[in-house]
């Protein structure tokens, strides 16, 4: 399509060397093919070139003092990509790997997540390249009153509302909302993940797992499948995985795996879940340890696993959830799974499937949740954070469940629908894709050339 390839190749050449954000445009791009022929006003009023164009980017200077008295320097990022349905949400992520190029991937696919809620959230994304894996409590929270310093001024609670991400969680949470309430002189919900002490949601934490196993439910359930008793395999263990692994158990499935940035755990058995929350929820640990208390499980270094593959993917399984960081699941992974007889790939984390594996799911015509469908549960909980906080009220762990449940299941069935609309009744990658863009889409036309 030589309309969507232009914008493309005006992308490249006005943001250099943003490889994830090519790629994530690229896959929303592509799908839109037949919407744009559909309906050409669209074009008319240039909402492609418009939505791949953030409203604004902010990039700041981190300045923090670490423990031995040593000034640390850092980039901080927040990308307000898109206004059209509500405040900017997105989260912060704080990792090394973080640059202009990640945080607009981020950004730019949490547009879509957001629409497909259904809930009057816009799409951001922030964070910094700072690492607080080594680092003190007293240097995170110095390194987190410095980032808020700066970002305070950016964001609101009906203007840009960020939560937490990979490296950001509870604890950051608390340092930043702290340093906010100070600088802001005002007490609102400007950020979601909070404790439950001072504004937090109940299942918050466990919205992104939880939701991404509900997704797979309602493609299962579709073609009259299941996951009680099925070998599910999962890659991370951080609060994303941790929760699939929590809510695979509640439906009766038996998840074997689990990762983390130094090797993978295979139990055969079944992944031990309270070892692994006291293993990386308390202690902070190495996957490693988690082998000293159960013996006969088996870990694998990272140095061992197949090269230039994923082992978490080696191992034959019913469904596979990918639950750690982007592009973790490569086109060899993807045939892997499919020769091991994996019908069913729901996806917790931000577009952790490469686009050649993508293809190759769409054309083995599996049960295929992309990310923005199937991980969407985290930022919808977060809105109904929101909806607590401007009310002032709390809701119990069951009303929240039972909310997140609909909210994917509305997520699928707009999808699906969407899909079979275009004639690709299988294909929920163009399914979510439209859906999203074309919520957003009208909203931008309604509200005019902003």
């Known amino acids: 399509?030589?309309?969507?390839?232009?914008?493309?190749?005006?992308?490249?050449?006005?943001?250099?060397?943003?490889?994830?954000?090519?790629?994530?445009?690229?896959?929303?791009?592509?799908?839109?093919?037949?919407?744009?022929?559909?309906?050409?006003?669209?074009?008319?009023?240039?909402?492609?070139?418009?939505?791949?164009?953030?409203?604004?980017?902010?990039?700041?200077?981190?300045?923090?003092?670490?423990?031995?008295?040593?000034?640390?320097?850092?980039?901080?990022?927040?990308?307000?990509?898109?206004?059209?349905?509500?405040p900017y949400k997105g989260g912060l992520r704080f990792h090394p790997s973080v640059n202009a190029g990640v945080i607009k991937f981020l950004g730019f696919e949490q547009?879509?997540?957001?629409?497909?809620?259904?809930?009057?959230?816009?799409?951001?994304?922030?964070?910094?390249?700072?690492?607080?894996?080594?680092?003190?409590?007293?240097?995170?929270?110095?390194?987190?009153?410095?980032?808020?310093?700066?970002?305070?001024?950016?964001?609101?609670?009906?203007?840009?509302?960020?939560?937490?991400?990979i490296g950001v969680g509870g604890r950051e949470i608390g340092y930043m909302f702290g340093m906010y309430k100070k600088l802001a002189n005002s007490y609102e919900g400007v950020l979601t993940g909070k404790s439950l002490n001072w504004g937090g949601s109940l299942a918050r934490t466990e919205a992104t797992g939880y939701g991404a196993v509900?997704?797979?439910?309602?493609?299962?359930?579709?073609?009259?499948?299941?996951?009680?008793?099925?070998?599910?395999?999962?890659?991370?263990?951080?609060?994303?995985?941790?929760?699939?692994?929590?809510?695979?158990?509640?439906?009766?499935?038996?998840?074997v795996t689990c990762s983390d940035s130094s090797?993978?755990?295979?139990?055969?058995?079944?992944?031990?879940?309270?070892?692994?929350?006291?293993?990386?929820?308390?202690?902070?640990?190495?996957?490693?340890?988690?082998?000293?208390?159960?013996?006969?499980?088996?870990?694998?270094?990272?140095?061992?696993?197949?090269?230039g593959r994923n082992a978490v993917w080696s191992v034959p399984c019913f469904a596979a959830f990918p639950s750690a960081t982007q592009n973790e699941l490569n086109i060899e992974d993807a045939r892997e799974l499919l020769k091991n007889g994996c019908?069913?790939?729901?996806?917790?984390?931000?577009?952790?499937s490469t686009l050649e594996a993508v293809h190759a799911f769409i054309d083995a015509k599996i049960c295929y949740g992309p990310g923005k469908a199937a991980n969407a549960g985290g930022v919808a909980t977060s809105q109904l954070e929101m909806a607590q906080n401007a009310s002032m009220v709390s809701w119990t762990f069951e009303e929240v469940d039972a909310k997140l449940a609909q909210i994917m299941?509305?997520?699928?069935?707009?999808?699906?629908?969407?899909?079979?609309?275009?004639?690709?009744p299988t294909n929920l990658v163009l399914g979510a894709n439209i859906a999203g863009f074309r919520k957003v889409a009208d909203a931008m036309i309604e509200q005019g050339l902003v």
């Not at 005006?10 to 022929?37: D, G, H, I, N």
């Open 263 to 307: 090797g993978m755990i295979y139990d055969a058995e079944g992944i031990d879940l309270q070892l692994l929350k006291d293993l990386k929820e308390v202690q902070r640990a190495r996957l490693s340890e988690y082998i000293k208390h159960r013996p006969n499980a088996k870990y694998t270094p990272i140095e061992e696993y197949p090269a």
């Open 409 to 424: 299941k509305n997520i699928y069935v707009n999808a699906s629908q969407t899909a079979a609309e275009f004639g690709q």
């Open 1 to 86: 399509m030589p309309y969507v390839k232009e914008v493309f190749d005006y992308l490249k050449r006005t943001s250099p060397s943003q490889t994830e954000f090519y790629q994530a445009a690229e896959e929303v791009l592509e799908s839109l093919r037949p919407l744009m022929e559909k309906y050409p006003k669209y074009r008319e009023h240039k909402i492609i070139e418009r939505i791949v164009e953030p409203e604004r980017q902010i990039l700041f200077r981190v300045n923090w003092v670490d423990d031995k008295g040593e000034i640390q320097v850092n980039k901080g990022f927040r990308i307000e990509f898109n206004s059209a349905l509500g």
């Open 111 to 165: 547009i879509f997540k957001n629409a497909l809620t259904g809930l009057q959230i816009g799409g951001g994304k922030g964070g910094s390249d700072f690492d607080p894996k080594g680092r003190s409590n007293r240097e995170i929270m110095r390194f987190c009153q410095a980032f808020m310093s700066e970002l305070f001024r950016h964001i609101g609670a009906t203007t840009d509302v960020p939560a937490g991400d």
């Open 343 to 352: 019908v069913c790939v729901s996806e917790g984390a931000n577009m952790p």
């Open 214 to 255: 509900y997704f797979a439910k309602y493609m299962l359930e579709d073609r009259n499948e299941t996951l009680e008793g099925k070998t599910c395999v999962v890659s991370g263990s951080g609060n994303v995985a941790i929760y699939t692994i929590e809510k695979l158990y509640h439906l009766g499935a038996l998840p």
